[in-house]
């Protein structure tokens, strides 16, 4: 998680597109914490994937 949080850091639009999906997230969660967490990590691994190239 320290790769992803530098890739934030370094990244202004990653970081607004992956602050927009959070506050999607958080406003149709209806699961819980299980399922905000499942659905925003796709967006994480996509982000380390194109960083590791």
């Not at 999906?21 to 380390?48: M, V």
Request: with cysteine.
């Amino acid at each position: 998680m320290l790769r992803f949080r530098d890739l934030l850091r370094q990244d202004p639009d990653l970081c607004a597109r992956y602050q927009a999906l959070k506050l999607h997230l958080e406003a149709t969660n209806q699961r819980g914490i299980g399922e905000y967490l499942a659905l925003k990590a796709p967006f994480i691994d996509a982000a380390l994937a194109l960083e590791q190239g």
